[in-house]
């Protein structure tokens, strides 16, 4: 554990120091305004910032970060804001006691934590105390992970040391203009970095859940998220902010517009938009009960390594903050390239199936198109109650495929098209897998909503008795 001897406070306390005592007022008024203490004043309720720490500094000068509490929409939040006026923001060991502190406040009472980035880097005045400070921030918001939801807000740059764990959070959200990486991008010598440290790049790359226009958009973003989260792993998350949805939903609905339909008006926040083409992922609620949201058919594709990735990772958090997860399965399996397989593509898959079969969270599936092979595989039979469009397909694989190995003696060149919907009707029909228990329930679309809330209400009191262990190997 690192030592941070050299922290000190500017307040004098009237030992052998020879600078006369200041009042408070002198003190508050020693310390200028920054931007950072702004941007936590825009994130918190009016008049419920407090402060912590304010005088803490070394060397003559004030922490290069802000901390304090306040309440969002009346609950309790932590947060720290980099104060890049104060030696550009670097990170120090004043710096890191400071935000360990905070993470210890977070953690004793269940509250969430927000931290605001915009910083150059570490203070390499320090040396490898300044290793220190970054490794003590690291090992402390990491025993914070799963227990409350951490967001990192990159208002500005973060980079290096910073950026990672920056990108351990639960979310990060940006600005368009904010930057964000590990590497510089102006060390290399072409253009081989091209768009590195943009947040478009994080956005494609996953590493950011949400890119606003600007500041302002980005802080509401956070309080959002905020407002529908639970404050912590044992509170059950809820809220009444919304209003009951009143919207029909229809078979051919996908995506973003099926999820809209069937959650709580407005309460939907759509995360890691930019990554992966066919998946889609938010948080919502359903009659006020916050819900994890996962569909498959955001485009026609089939699900890709990015798709997998970002489906598994969206997955983990709701499960670590027992929220209940809705997926809406419409896909044609997990696809496949040379380029992807070389690139490992199995290992995402693989992991996406490890995310959903290890969650014990509440898990429905409903199957709204179609559902083959290894998409079907990976996501359905997990899921604790599975429901069906009466029309949807469910198979081994696409029909076409399965009729010429299935059925090729019996292709003449007229009759495939016969053949296919008959072994839709058949072997793949939904009745078919209801006949063999492997779909709970075959709805019709107007049903949708209150079928969700029906299996979500009756999975409240779900208990999962796991095998001793330490935690899942997950397949990274």
Not at 359 to 368: D, E, P, R, S
Not at 369 to 379: L, M, Q
Not at 457 to 469: A, S, W
């Amino acid at each position: 554990m690192a030592n941070f001897e050299g922290v000190k406070t500017l307040v004098d306390t009237g030992g052998n120091s020879k600078v006369a005592r200041k009042t408070l007022a002198e003190m508050e008024q020693s310390i200028p305004d920054s931007k950072a203490r702004e941007r936590l004043v825009q994130l918190f309720d009016e008049d419920s910032f407090v402060e912590t720490g304010k005088f803490v500094g070394s060397g003559g000068e004030t922490a290069s970060v802000v901390t304090g509490y306040g309440l969002i929409d009346g609950a309790t939040v932590y947060a720290f804001s980099q104060d890049i006026s104060v030696k550009g923001g670097a990170v120090n060991s004043t710096a890191a006691a400071k935000l360990c502190k905070l993470y210890d406040m977070a953690v004793k009472n269940g509250a969430p934590v927000v931290g605001i980035y915009d910083s150059k880097g570490g203070d390499i005045a320090e040396g490898a105390a300044m290793l220190d400070a970054y490794a003590y921030i690291a090992q402390s918001a990491a025993k914070l992970s799963g227990v409350v939801p951490q967001i990192s807000f990159v208002a500005g740059l973060c980079a290096g040391t910073a950026a990672m764990i920056a990108c351990m959070a639960d979310f990060v959200v940006m600005t368009e203009k904010s930057e964000f990486f590990m590497t510089a991008p102006f060390v290399s010598e072409d253009d081989s970095f091209k768009g590195a440290g943009t947040a478009a790049n994080a956005a494609n790359a996953g590493a950011a859940a949400i890119v606003e226009k600007d500041e302002k958009a980005a802080i509401e973003a956070v309080k959002k998220l905020i407002r529908i989260l639970p404050s912590n792993n044992l509170e059950l998350s809820g809220n009444d902010y919304y209003e009951e949805n009143t919207a029909a939903v229809t078979a051919d609905l996908k995506a973003d517009a099926m999820v809209k339909a069937v959650a709580d008006k407005n309460s939907v926040i759509e995360l890691y938009k930019e990554q992966g083409a066919a998946s889609y992922t938010a948080i919502g609620s359903i009659s006020w009960k916050t819900v994890g949201f996962v569909a498959t058919d955001k485009t026609d594709d089939k699900l890709s390594a990015a798709d997998c990735a970002k489906i598994a990772r969206f997955v983990s958090f709701c499960d670590a903050f027992s929220i209940p997860v809705v997926t809406l399965l419409d896909s044609a399996g997990i696809g496949g390239t040379q380029a992807a397989e070389l690139a490992g593509s199995v290992r995402d898959a693989a992991k996406l199936a490890q995310v959903y079969a290890s969650a014990t969270t509440a898990k429905i599936t409903l199957v709204t198109e179609k559902a083959y092979g290894s998409a079907y595989c990976a996501i359905a039979p997990a899921s604790d109650i599975v429901l069906a469009y009466e029309n949807s397909v469910i198979a081994a694989a696409d029909p076409k495929a399965a009729v010429i190995f299935l059925k090729g003696d019996e292709l003449d060149g007229t009759n495939e098209a016969a053949l296919i919907e008959e072994y839709k009707d058949n072997e793949a029909s939904v009745f078919t897998l209801a006949a063999r228990g492997s779909v709970d329930r075959v709805i019709d679309p107007d049903d949708t909503r209150t079928a969700v809330l029906s299996a979500i209400d009756t999975l409240e009191g779900k208990r999962v008795h796991t095998p001793q262990r330490k935690h899942i190997n997950f397949v990274y």
